[in-house]
C-alpha cells in the first residue's frame, strides 16, 4: 500500500510538472503574441491600356509594424472573380504575383517609420486576367461590366514587433475601394423625349478663364447604363490625367453614354443614321449651357469604333459647331458617305486614328477613301495617322521574342489615349493632343 502511495505522489508530482512547464510555455507565447484589432482590405483598380485592373490591396494589420518588417512572401493573395450578370456567375479564381509589399499609411503611401497598413501590388497585364476589375459579356449582353472581386490575404510568414509577434492574419473583410482617375468623374443622366443617356463627366479645377470641352464617345462594349464603364472598359480616364489637362491648361471632359450602341440607326444597325443622335446633341448643348465657362470655340469631339461611327455623324451634320475631331478606328463605312457629306466636313479640322491591321472596321473600306475624298475636296487641316499594328508603347509588355506586345488591330484608340499620336505639321513634330487644343472656330 506505501509502495501504492509512493507511486500516485510521483505521478500526482509529475503531472503537476508537465502542466507548470505547459501553463508556463503557453503564459510565454501568449505574452509574445501580438493582440490585433479586426483587419479588413481595399483595392485599388487603375485603368491600362487593355481596360480595368486592381493593381494593389491595402490590407489593415490592426497594429502597427515597422517599416521594414514585410516582403513579397510575407502574405498570400487569393482571389476569386464573378459576374453576376451570368446565369453561372462564376469566373475563375486563384493565386496573384505579389510584385511589391511594404508598410504603409492609411492612403496607402509608404510608412517613414511604422505604419498599420500593408500595401501588396500585384501583377497585371493584357493576359493576366486574374487581375481584371470588369468581364466582356460576349455571349450575352455584349458589354462590359464591372465583376466581383473576392479577396482572401493570407499572412505566411511572422511579423516581429516590439510589441511581440504578429502571426496567422487571415484578411477577407472588404472595406471599400479606390478607383484612379475614375473616381474624380461625377456621373449624371438626361432625358429627351423617350431616350435616356448616361454620362461620366470631369470638371477641370475652377479660374478666371475658358476651358474648352473633350467629349469622348466609347465603343461598342461600354454601352449600358453605368457610365464609369464608358471611360473605363478602356483608358478614356486619361483625358483627366495631369499630362493630358496640360495641353489644355484644364479642359472639361464629357463621356456620355447610350443604353445600346450608337450605330442603332433607324433602318438598321449602322446605316449612317443613329436614334440617339438627337439627344445627344441635346445633351451637348444642354452640358454647355449648365457649364458657363466653357470656351464654346473649344469644343472637340472623338470617339472610338461604335463612338467614332457617331463622332462622324455629328460633324456630318453640326460641321460649324466643332472646333475640331478626333474619330478613331470610325465605323462609317465610306459608301454611307455623301458627296455632300464630304462638302460640309471638309472645312472642320479632323485627325482620323485608325490601324492597318484592323480586322473590324478595315481601313480601306472606312478611313483610307473618306480621307482621301475630304483631301480631294480641299480639306486644309485633315491628318491620317495610320499605324502598322498596335503595340504596347510602355515597354511593359513584350512577346517571347522580346518584341512589344502587340493588341487587337482594332485598338489603335490605344495610341489616343496615351497621346502617342504623332505627325511633323508645317516642319514640326505634333501630338494628336497638341494640335487638338490649338483648334479653335475662330482660327
Not at 39 to 44: A, E, F, G
Not at 284 to 310: C, E, L, P
Not at 323 to 346: G, R, S, V
Request: hydrophobic residues 35%.
Amino acid at each position: 500500500m506505501f509502495e501504492g502511495m509512493k507511486k500516485h505522489a510521483k505521478t500526482v508530482m509529475l503531472s503537476t510538472l508537465v502542466a507548470g512547464t505547459t501553463l508556463s510555455f503557453m503564459s510565454e507565447t501568449n505574452a509574445n503574441e501580438m493582440k490585433t484589432q479586426p483587419t479588413s482590405y481595399r483595392t485599388v483598380t487603375e485603368i491600362e491600356d487593355w481596360g480595368a485592373a486592381i493593381t494593389k490591396v491595402i490590407v489593415d494589420l490592426g497594429k502597427p509594424v515597422l517599416k521594414d518588417a514585410v516582403s513579397t512572401d510575407t502574405f498570400k493573395v487569393h482571389v476569386a472573380r464573378s459576374d453576376s450578370r451570368l446565369s453561372n456567375p462564376f469566373l475563375e479564381e486563384g493565386t496573384r504575383k505579389i510584385t511589391n509589399a511594404y508598410v504603409a499609411n492609411k492612403d496607402g503611401s509608404k510608412a517613414l517609420k511604422t505604419g498599420k497598413y500593408v500595401v501588396l501590388e500585384m501583377q497585371i497585364g493584357p493576359n493576366i486576367s486574374l487581375g481584371s476589375a470588369i468581364n466582356y459579356d460576349w455571349a450575352g449582353s455584349g458589354y462590359n461590366d464591372w465583376n466581383d472581386n473576392t479577396y482572401t490575404i493570407t499572412q505566411q510568414k511572422d511579423i516581429e514587433t516590439p510589441a511581440g509577434t504578429l502571426s496567422g492574419l487571415v484578411v477577407d473583410t472588404f472595406n471599400g475601394g479606390v478607383r484612379e482617375l475614375v473616381d474624380d468623374f461625377s456621373t449624371e443622366k438626361a432625358t429627351y423625349e423617350d431616350i435616356t443617356l448616361t454620362y461620366a463627366d470631369y470638371t477641370p479645377v475652377k479660374d478666371k478663364g475658358k476651358n474648352p470641352l473633350i467629349i469622348w464617345l466609347h465603343g461598342a462594349g461600354e454601352g449600358g447604363t453605368d457610365p464609369t464603364i464608358a471611360i473605363s472598359g478602356n483608358k478614356a480616364t486619361n483625358f483627366a490625367s495631369k499630362e493630358i489637362q496640360s495641353y489644355f491648361d484644364g479642359a472639361y471632359v464629357l463621356a456620355p453614354q447610350t443604353p445600346t450602341f450608337w450605330m442603332d440607326g433607324f433602318t438598321g444597325f449602322g446605316d449612317g443614321t443613329s436614334k440617339y443622335e438627337d439627344a445627344l446633341m441635346s445633351l451637348i448643348k444642354d452640358y454647355v449651357a449648365q457649364n458657363k465657362d466653357i470656351d464654346q470655340d473649344r469644343i472637340y469631339i472623338g470617339g472610338d469604333s461604335n463612338g467614332g461611327y457617331m463622332t462622324m455623324l455629328m460633324i456630318r451634320d453640326y460641321p460649324d459647331y466643332f472646333a475640331a475631331a478626333f474619330p478613331t478606328c470610325e465605323a462609317l463605312i465610306d459608301t454611307l458617305i455623301t458627296d455632300e457629306d464630304i462638302e460640309n466636313m471638309k472645312n472642320l479640322p479632323i485627325w482620323f486614328v485608325h490601324a492597318k491591321t484592323d480586322n473590324v472596321v478595315p481601313a480601306d473600306q472606312y478611313v483610307i477613301p473618306t480621307y482621301n475624298r475630304l483631301v480631294e475636296a480641299g480639306a486644309r487641316n485633315v491628318h491620317l495617322s495610320l499605324f502598322d499594328n498596335v503595340v504596347d508603347t510602355s515597354g511593359l509588355y513584350k512577346n517571347d521574342d522580346g518584341t512589344p506586345y502587340e493588341y487587337n488591330g482594332h485598338w489603335s484608340w490605344i495610341y489616343v489615349y496615351n497621346n502617342d499620336v504623332m505627325k511633323t505639321i508645317d516642319g514640326k513634330a505634333v501630338s494628336l493632343m497638341e494640335w487638338l487644343a490649338n483648334q479653335t472656330l475662330n482660327k
